[in-house]
């Protein structure tokens, strides 16, 4: 019993002796911690193996041409054509050669490939520029349009006016409230515009030449100046002529065209003479210059010319000086100079290897 004592007595004093805190009884137990035991790192040098294993040679790398591609597209070759007849009775004559020879006019325009639409209205102000006939546009797809075209040029034999206004009667023609009434349809937005007059009188209208060719350079907006012109198979100037066959009759001749031929110098048309035997040669130059699809087409990179492909509509074209194309280093354009024309609305693609500097 007092060994038991004794021992428990020891054990309460122990418990309340315990300073690990640093005080005893009080406070929290802060234990003791043993720092840890770091050995020493020996750093060592790197082993380097500095024998010649192998040389390393350093080449360009091996040179390729760079390849270009341009695309472009043809225009549409789209014209609308405004005939201005002279009405009077000395025409009759003239107004028959022109129906002669209208066919071969509109083969050239086909041939090509201009998509066209034709009008006539007369120099008589008392028409005020409407549109003639029963049908008054005449297209590629018109049935019989030399038939049509004849119908529209033709007048009755009272027909005379005493002053004629041809250009005045173009004006109104292409203007308000004609162009979206009577003559609606005819003007289209994307198309050139040529006028052909054929008279064997002067213009009568009142106002300056200059007046009518600023009209036309401006009738299709800022930057398309080129797209409109007028033409004119009218008097010779400076003294006028007599038409073939019409020398012996009282005031058979011609007036000279000084203000017509004076538009048609502005707005880059077309002069010839209501006194030729045949009107053929005259139509066809117009006929050509009314031909609104580009033959030149620039490159926008130096190519090497060897190297060159050119494919229309996805379809390869030959270089070929008369069914083909050739490339001209002065303008740096391929150029189609023979038969061959890229269709209006074509898509053409240029292919080649660019040249070194």
Known sequence: MTLRLFLLA??????????????????????????????????????????????????DPPVAPAVQVDVQRQVEGIVDILWVVDDSG????????????????VEELLRLQVRYQMGVIS??????????????????????????????????????????????MMELALTEPNRGGANAGFLRPAAALAVIAVTDEDDGSYGDPAYYARFLRSLKGPGNENLSSLSII?????????????????????????????VATRT????????????????????????TLRRAFPLSLKPVPATLHV???GVPVPRDLVNGWQYRADTQS???????????????????ALAPP
């Open 10 to 59: 020891a054990l309460l004093g122990a418990s309340g002796c315990d300073n690990v805190s640093g005080d005893p009884g009080r406070g929290e137990a802060v234990p003791t911690v043993a720092p840890p035991r770091v050995s020493p790192v020996e750093l060592l040098p790197p082993t380097v193996d500095r024998s010649v294993t192998q040389r390393v040679e350093v080449r």
């Open 90 to 105: 000395s025409m009759a004559n003239q107004r028959e050669l022109l129906t002669l020879h209208f066919s071969r006019f």
């Open 123 to 168: 120099t008589n102000f008392t028409d005020r520029g409407v549109l003639r006939g029963t049908t008054k546009i005449i297209t590629p797809e018109t049935p019989a349009p030399r038939e049509v075209f004849l119908q529209n040029t033709s007048f009755p034999a009272a027909s005379r006016a005493r002053l004629e206004q041809g250009l005045r």
């Open 234 to 262: 009218g008097g010779t100037t400076p003294d006028g002529c007599f038409p073939p066959g019409e020398e012996i009759y009282f005031g058979g001749r011609a007036d000279p065209a000084f203000r017509y031929s004076a």
């Open 268 to 291: 880059g048309g077309i002069i010839g003479s209501i006194c030729d035997t045949s009107f053929e040669g005259t139509l066809v130059k117009i006929a050509s210059a009314l031909n």
């Open 311 to 313: 494919l229309v509509n």
């Open 334 to 352: 391929v150029t189609f100079l023979g038969n061959y024309v890229p269709p209006p609305g074509a898509l053409l693609r240029f292919e080649y």
